[in-house]
């Protein structure tokens, strides 16, 4: 299975609006194949593993990452394919998230007499596809709020150098780019900033769609969020939640938020974020631009918990990940 979700990493940022899978066929106790998804209305990586096989299927066990799918679609079910190759065992690690479809798998293979495994390594299977399995199950874009900051809490830098974090974390924050669906900011930091909020130096199957979040609506023309050939969508004096939930509606599965505190702070106070990824720069600022701004909460006690916590150096930088603890 770890095999598999290597063979899955591939496609992350690749399949939208797809899950990333992967898929190992064991032969004779040694892995024969593999295969992933490479993109909506492509095999899907059972297929692909199939294709890859230079040997008859027949009594073989197959690994996917996530339940094979048993609807049609854009293409056909693999349940079909895997009942037709004569494998005798299928493992699967994350169930389908989608309440209509989750466990139909199980049924369909057992009946034709294939021994069928559930949840091996189902955490990092879920993980994998966080963004789609919210999206899937709500309809509404897995929410990642993203900051570089000082160590004191603030975003402000000096006018002079527009940059906080290193040159290794702004690379980090173009693979983060490419994995998500959208990209919002807030009509604050279009005005001060004049981002450009596309992915650069990473392989994207297609630039993510950019956001702008703004109560005035009040935003200079000469924006090259605005001038670029796929001008960014506005949302002008929309509460940040349906402005998400619209944007699920047009299949986006993730945001991220991108500042400024504005934004980050509705986006907290309303109980939207899901992720953090913290980028820490080795300076004190002072000024009185928050990271965060919005209400905050009463006492350390009401403070947001991440859970699932990670540090990693990027030279001086510091980048702190988690998920938001749900009550």
Known sequence: MRAALAEARKGLGLTHPNPAVGAVIVAGGRIAAAGWHRGAGLPHAEIEALRALDRSPK????YVTLEPCSTHGRTPPCCDAIVQA??????????????????????????????VTSGMLAE???????YWNKWIATGLPYVVAKAAMTLDGKIASHPES???S????RREVMKLRARMGAIMVGGETVRVDDPQLTVRGVRVKSQPLRAVWTRSGQLPASARLLQSPSPAVLFRNVPLARALRRLGEQGIPSVLLEGGGRLLGEAFDRGLVDEVCL????????????TIAGRGVGSNGDGIALEGVNYRRLGDDVCLTGRVVRN
Request: include cysteine; proline fraction near 7%; charged fraction near 25%.
């Open 124 to 130: 990092e299977c879920e993980a994998l596809n966080r």
């Open 59 to 62: 009594g073989a066990t197959i």
């Open 86 to 115: 004569g494998f005798r065992r299928v493992v699967y690690g994350a169930t389908d998230p989608n309440p209509k479809h989750a466990g139909r798998a199980d049924k369909v293979l057992g009946s034709h007499g294939i021994e």
């Open 279 to 290: 980028y820490l720069a080795p300076m004190i600022s002072g000024g009185l631009i928050p």
């Open 162 to 164: 527009r940059w906080l």
């Open 166 to 169: 290193n040159e290794r974390s």
